[in-house]
């Protein structure tokens, strides 16, 4: 039984890609050939829906009530997984605006009220196309490439345009930028993920290729039905561990060693930290 | 092979296309930037007129880039633009002043929303053959690039455009000067405005920031009265192996870290100079561990760019985050190899830092020798650079006839 009912219409470029796929198959078996598929996602609090301008109590083991300003991710590599264990790439559709390459941006966040440094257009799915099957999970990684996290962000193209998701001084952009406020923190308390410990690689006249930590997050998820549910990420789940009271270091949790912050925040996103090994993401769940 | 066949295909067919109907689509997503790198101008790119001091060579633009006079004069109009900060109460020109070699007098930088910089704004005398930007920075290598951080930059905050690049660029739109210059400048552009133009032109700008007219410049091309005798004994002094300080401050550019046209391959060094050792085993300030800060190598602690000591007089305080006051405190910490702080919480005896570089051996000097130093140092300043008018604000001084916006320009000159 195929999942991805929620077909939409062939646009012109989907063909265009379609088509390549279909010519490039070695799979002569295959009866159907690619399909579009369109992958929802959500953001949320504590499991509440997430939007600009609303407060979410209890967040954190501080119990903070917390106003959110940003929440936007880059996801790459996103592939579907069969229940008998096979696996399909699905290729990003270039739509010149929030994916580029098998880059997509995910932007839950519309400006409004106190996300200042946001954009009023929102995206809460990747789009692609893919062999048909019979799928039941998805796995994707959290992140910019290493390719393209360290190219001339003065010349990028989108997704990689946006000043908000520039991390310059830093080599690369922040991979995920969920912020928010509170009245313990008024200042604000972040959670800018990205990778640290970037240097050049021999030619000093070239950007940073190496980073020591990576800080990329592979997230699998499996048992659902793309139908009938969506793959959430929770700032609340991402938080549970933090106290957001305190804010040592960088404001909040920004990915660099030694910010007291960052433990219960790097193990939600499923990623080792300072020699401790993170015990598996919960940032992302099905819903 | 697909993701190759559809790439080709956008790359010959689309770039243009694309991109002019994306300006339509989603204004919002800040996506009316043109790709790809910059084509050669016609014409006067190989001709652009340095003005180069004698024995100067060129400075190295990178690829892709071209100097031409219309950028520069670009740049130079948006370096002292106020509108290029969020709140419009800033410009590049307020950390970086002409007539303090293009610093600001303070110990720490303080952004346009009143964050405090941990470090102190860096002169940009010969910024342009600065092969690595910043003060400890190794991945910042193109000033288009660095111009990023203090526009958009968040932690911290310097001229606070973090997400507002279309408001941006609307201001620029609407202002009558940058309808000529933009295009101007930028004539192979279906829009002219965008970050690429905005980063490169005050890159262009920077890049003719060239300052080799000093006293010890004009007595180097055999002005034998350019140096005064305490000078003489002074320039003796300095690029002696007593004092070591040529080592990392050498050089035409009075810095170990140089670059030119030409040039085999850049040189970049970064040194520890004993500066603090917090806890015994070398450790700075937590906001402030220069190259370590990138590496995460422990022996990178505390490495910072030599800066350049040209204009080194204008530019008080010193040191990455502004804690010596006085080129005569300078001397004392080189003197005592190392720098001894004795309470609070950055005590610690810096001479005694693991990381710190061979040449901060300490020394002793005469009266007389320290006043010939200090002379020396006096003697690189060039009076000519901080009142060249091709690098001072071209706006014209605010008036009650000037841009509906109030301000929106330094007016930094003339002591206003």
């Not at chain 1, 830093?170 to 406020?181: S, V």
Request: negative net charge; aromatic residues 8%; hydrophobic residues 35%.
């Amino acid at each position: 039984m195929n999942t991805f009912a929620r077909l939409t219409r062939f646009s012109a470029t989907a063909a265009v890609l379609a088509l390549a796929v279909a010519a490039c198959d070695d799979d002569p078996t295959d009866p159907v050939g690619p399909i579009d598929v369109s992958i929802p996602f959500a953001a949320a609090v504590n499991g509440a829906p997430f939007a600009c301008g609303q407060t979410y109590a209890a967040v954190g083991t501080s119990n903070t009530t917390i106003t959110p300003v940003d929440f936007r991710l880059y996801v790459h590599d996103v592939t579907l997984l069969q229940a008998d264990g096979t696996e399909r790439p699905v290729t990003l559709t270039d739509d010149g605006v929030w994916q580029r390459d098998g880059l997509a941006l995910l932007d839950f966040e519309d400006g409004s009220g106190p996300c200042v440094n946001g954009t009023s257009a929102t995206r809460a799915v990747v789009e692609g196309s893919v062999e048909a099957g019979n799928y039941t999970g998805i796995r994707f990684t959290l992140g910019v490439p290493e390719t393209m996290n360290h190219a001339d962000q003065t010349t990028a193209a989108a997704p990689l345009d946006l000043t908000g998701l520039f991390w310059s001084w830093n080599a690369g952009y922040k991979f995920a930028r969920i912020d928010h406020t509170s009245a313990e923190q008024p200042e604000g308390w972040f959670v800018h993920l990205g990778s640290t410990g970037c240097e050049p690689t021999g030619d000093p006249t070239t950007p940073a290729t190496s980073c020591a930590n990576t800080h990329r997050p592979t997230i699998t998820l499996t048992g659902f039905d793309l139908d009938s549910e969506e793959i959430v990420a929770d700032y609340g789940a991402l938080l549970a561990g933090a106290d957001l009271t305190q804010n040592e270091g960088a404001k909040g949790c920004m990915s660099f060693p030694g910010d007291p912050q960052c433990p219960a925040v790097m193990n939600a996103f499923g990623l080792d930290y300072e020699g401790s090994v993170s015990t598996g993401q919960s940032f992302f769940s099905i819903r | 092979m697909n993701r190759g066949l559809s790439r080709s295909f956008v790359d010959r067919v689309g770039v243009a296309a694309l991109a002019v109907a994306l300006i339509g689509s989603s204004g919002a997503c800040g996506g009316d930037e043109m790709l790809g790198p910059e084509a050669p101008a016609s014409g006067d790119v190989a001709t652009f007129d340095w003005r180069l001091p004698e024995g100067f060579p060129a400075p190295r633009v990178p690829e892709g880039q071209t100097m031409t006079a219309a950028k520069v004069e670009l740049g130079r109009h948006l370096f002292y633009d106020r509108r290029l900060s969020g709140n419009e109460s800033q410009s590049c020109a307020s950390c970086h002043r002409q007539s303090l070699a293009f610093t600001d007098g303070l110990a720490v930088a303080l952004g346009s929303t009143d964050d405090m910089h941990p470090r102190n704004s860096m002169s940009l005398t010969n910024v342009g053959y600065q092969p690595v930007l910043n003060w400890a920075n190794p991945n910042e290598t193109d000033l288009a690039h660095q111009s990023l951080t203090p526009l958009f930059g968040e932690d911290p905050v310097e001229l606070g455009l973090s997400g507002q690049e279309d408001e941006l660029l609307e201001r620029l739109r609407a202002e009558s000067v940058y309808q000529d210059l933009f295009p101007t400048a930028f004539p192979d552009r279906a829009d002219p405005f965008s970050v690429e133009t905005l980063t490169r032109a005050l890159a262009a700008f920077q890049r003719t920031l060239v300052s080799g007219d000093a006293p010890v410049d004009r007595f180097r091309r055999g002005d034998r009265t350019a140096l005064s005798e305490s000078a003489r004994l002074g320039q003796a002094l300095f690029f002696s192996e007593r004092l070591e300080c040529f080592h990392c401050h050498g050089g035409l550019g009075f810095t170990g870290t140089f670059d030119h046209e030409g040039k085999s391959s850049a040189e970049i060094e970064f040194h520890n100079t004993g500066l603090y050792n917090l806890d015994g085993e070398g450790a700075y300030p937590s906001q402030n561990t220069g190259l370590q800060q990138f590496t995460f190598r422990e022996e990178d602690m505390g490495r910072f760019k030599a800066p350049t000591l040209r204009n080194i007089a204008l530019t008080a305080p010193y040191m990455h985050d502004g804690s010596v006051a006085t080129l005569d405190e300078v001397l004392d910490h080189y003197a005592a190899g190392g720098r001894t702080v004795t309470e609070g919480p950055f005590a610690g005896v810096g001479s005694e830092n693991p990381f710190k570089s061979g040449f901060v051996k300490g020394f002793t000097l005469t009266p007389e020798e320290r006043r010939g130093v200090l002379d020396f140092l006096e003697a690189l300043t060039d009076s000519a650079f901080i009142t060249d008018p091709r690098f001072s604000n071209p706006w014209p001084p605010r008036s009650a006839n000037s841009s509906p916006a109030g301000s929106p320009v330094e007016n930094l000159e003339g002591g206003s």
